[in-house]
């Protein structure tokens, strides 16, 4: 059995699909992109503004489910250029303080023509 996780502190799935799962203890969390909750639309700016948003709405995803930034153990990072890698780890570090086991790839395109998306898999406390 499980459970969806859903905040309206976080953007609202796009899609056939739910802000995150929970089961068996563990909650597995949609990818995030930087779109800010209250207005729907996309945070303007570089690397760092987008990934700041990304990490807020990860953030209440977490909140959400009865869990936190110290519980994660494992993220996917998806970038639209891998130049942007050091800019977006000096956001990501100040969140992922518990250094998960992490994947970053670069792709040629990301949903709504947004610099970064970010998943998690953490465990619910």
Do not use: W
């Not at 909650?27 to 990304?54: K, N, W």
């Not at 993220?75 to 891998?82: H, P, W």
């Amino acid at each position: 059995m499980f459970q969806k996780v859903a905040t309206d502190k976080a953007p609202a799935a796009i899609g056939p699909y739910s802000q995150g799962i929970i089961v068996n203890g563990m909650l597995y969390a949609s990818g995030q992109i930087p779109i800010i909750p209250e207005t729907g639309a996309i945070a303007e700016g570089d690397i760092s503004v987008q990934a700041l948003q990304v990490m807020k709405n990860v953030g209440e995803i977490l909140k959400a489910a009865g869990t936190d930034f110290e519980h994660v153990v494992k993220t996917t990072c998806f970038l639209a250029e891998m130049a942007d890698f050091a800019a977006f780890n000096a956001v990501y570090e100040q969140y992922f303080t518990g250094k998960p086991a992490r994947s970053c790839v670069a792709v040629k395109q990301l949903p709504k023509d947004v610099l970064c998306e970010v998943e998690v898999i953490a465990v619910v406390k």
